[in-house]
């Protein structure tokens, strides 16, 4: 089906970068890789000519910078004879977050078509174009995203936090968070007393 | 019980007045808040606040193996821990392709649809009570609830931490007795339900209550991803028993019953008309119920570890749509646990249903959503 479904893309909007994501599991859920600036009209497309008109679910997925190895075979003439040589090239291959919309259609009763969108870094340039004028489903969703992953969506009506308070600093779901070694940590105006305490005791000893 | 914490008018408008309601108010199911404007009694703002329940479920599934997962998906919508067992073993299921062993199959679907009687059983008294009918009608509902909850503790040796699914199968069989106290169960229902229809459908509080508040069009509700009772109530023929046939669904015959306006009473009504299609599918299930394994023995519990890929997976819950989107990457953990789960984004349209209405009618609209904390907020 996804096949048919990008095909009608490509029909319907040449020049869309849109493409097939392989998924290696039994399900063969593949997956369309869509452009950042493609999106909004990729997503209008889905909704309106082919009617998937049930943003289902979206998630975010973190995927951090890694290296890649691959082992290579490359021939070179040592003293005039021939000799295959073997080796492992290592390549880093650059981090992005993904978000991940998972499509479905009342009308035809049909799905899922599972859209994809990366950011192009993990930093500083992470905007995705919010699908959320489309499909009001993707409203709360992509808050818990912006929440928990750090995608930013232009576009979205209200981008606030969902499930951490607004002061939180750090997106939770990303695979480098560090958990906090007390949870229950709040900084109390104690707290001044108590680092001049551990100063006093670095100086002159315990007890001091 | 006085919950309502009024703050004083942020915006100096002397005509509105804005309230924190919840979290700790008895009719919002648990620690939800919303921050309503009102204009007498009039809503003309409404911003839930979620996150009082929050402990990062996805999070701490990624830290463990994916057998681990499976009794921490009882406490999602701890109203109906099977079916979350059952949609998170359906995702793993297509993830790894793992063939089901056929006794299991009608296993799940019994133990999946007296699920659904006791939600909409609890349902019924939950809504009841917040429009005043305070105590009885959730004694009544609670009395018949706690008999599929007896044929769950004898089953699983838990009432609500049930634990019950495994990729492949079931954890255990069912003890001696227990389809005949599964049958009585069934026997009875009705007389449940006549009593409550009886006692409720023509009562005229109740549809004074009910008729005509917060309807919702079916095209809204698609858009908004309204699922499950909520959406059918609006009048769209959607039913993922029906639409995806998971399991054996497509064995059996059954109805999908329909709302016309989308209005509370539709919501309301629906959960009992759906009681009593699921008696039909329980009929059918106990009937077929065949020998042989429980559980799939090619199935790997213990270091299982799916082939690298991706699968969304979802059922049918009595909540609606509850799906589960997993990632491997080939090790023992999953690399991507992520839960779609139908009390947040049935509460998407919350404001628009709200917006125009009463005060006291927010809490009649929120509980005909059926919402559970534990979920929304994971």
Redesign the interface.
């Known amino acids: 089906m996804i096949t048919a479904v990008l095909e009608k893309i490509h029909s319907g909007l040449p020049g869309a970068h849109v493409e097939l994501v392989n998924n290696p599991s039994p399900c063969a859920q593949h997956s369309l890789l869509v452009g950042a600036a493609d999106a909004r009209a990729v997503a209008e497309f889905l909704r309106d000519d082919l009617q998937f008109d049930f943003a289902s679910n979206v998630s975010g997925v973190d995927w951090p910078p890694r290296k890649v190895k691959e082992s290579v075979v490359r021939k070179e003439t040592v003293d005039g004879v021939e000799k295959e040589i073997k080796e492992t090239i290592e390549h880093d291959v650059p981090g992005y977050l993904e978000a991940v919309y998972h499509l479905y259609s009342v009308a035809r009763k049909c799905g899922p078509i599972t859209l994809r969108m990366r950011t192009v870094d993990r930093d500083k340039n992470v905007s995705l174009p919010s699908l959320t004028p489309v499909w009001k489903s993707a409203d709360f969703q992509e808050r818990e995203v912006f929440d928990l992953y750090g995608i930013r969506f232009d576009g979205h009506p209200d981008l606030r936090r969902l499930l951490m308070w607004d002061e939180y600093a750090d997106h939770p779901m990303r695979k480098d968070f560090v958990p906090p070694d007390d949870f229950e940590y709040e900084p109390t105006p104690h707290d001044n007393v108590l680092k001049r305490v551990k100063a006093r005791e670095a100086t002159e000893g315990e007890g001091a | 019980m006085s919950t309502l914490a009024i703050n004083s008018t942020s915006s100096g408008d002397a005509r509105t007045l804005d309230l924190s309601l919840g979290p700790q108010h008895p009719s919002t199911h648990g620690v939800f808040r919303m921050n309503v404007t009102l204009e007498g009694e009039t809503v003309v703002k409404l911003k839930p606040v ?2 009082y329940l ?1 402990r ?1 479920h ?2 701490i599934a990624e830290g463990n193996s994916w057998l681990a997962a499976m009794p921490y998906t009882d406490r999602l919508d701890y109203i109906c821990p099977i079916t979350n067992n059952w949609a998170y073993a359906v995702a793993v299921e ?4 793992i063939e089901v062993a056929e006794r299991a199959e009608y296993i799940r679907v019994i133990v999946g649809e007296l699920t659904r009687l006791q939600n909409h059983a609890a349902f019924l008294g939950f809504v009841l009570g917040d429009m005043g009918a305070w105590g009885s009608a959730l004694m009544y509902a609670f009395r018949e609830r706690e008999k599929i909850l007896d044929l769950f503790e004898s089953l699983t040796g838990a009432r609500m931490m049930c634990n019950y699914m495994r990729f492949g199968g079931c954890r255990c069989d069912l003890p001696p007795g227990w389809i005949e106290g599964a049958t009585k169960v069934v026997d009875k229902f009705p007389a449940f339900l006549d009593e409550m229809e009886a006692l409720l459908t023509g009562n005229e509080i109740l549809l004074a209550r009910l008729q005509g508040v917060a309807p919702l069009s079916a095209a ?1 509700a ?6 499950g009772p909520v959406l059918r109530a609006s009048g ?1 023929d ?1 039913d993922i028993r029906k ?1 995806d046939g998971y399991g054996i669904y497509n064995r059996f015959k059954f109805r999908i019953p329909r709302g016309e306006v989308g209005d509370c009473y539709d919501r309301f009504m629906l959960r009992v008309i759906e009681s009593r299609e699921s008696l039909q599918i329980l009929k059918q299930a106990i009937a077929g119920l065949p020998g042989g394994p429980i559980i799939n023995p090619k199935a790997k519990l213990r270091g299982f570890r ?7 997976g ?1 059922i049918e819950s009595p909540k609606g ?1 509850l ?1 589960f ?1 997993v ?2 990457d080939g090790t023992d953990k999953p690399y ?1 646990f ?1 839960i ?1 789960p139908p009390s ?2 049935n ?3 919350l404001e628009e249903l709200c917006l125009g209405t009463k005060i006291a009618d927010v809490m009649i609209i929120l509980g005909t959503v059926d919402i559970v904390l534990g979920e929304v ?2």
Do not use: Q
């Open positions: 979620f996150g929050h990062n996805e999070k297509k993830l790894a392709g809204r698609i858009n908004g991803g309204m699922s769209v959607y639409v799916p082939p690298v890929g991706e699968a969304y979802r749509e799906g989107y990632i491997s991507r992520r779609r947040l984004i509460l998407t349209l907020d994971r």
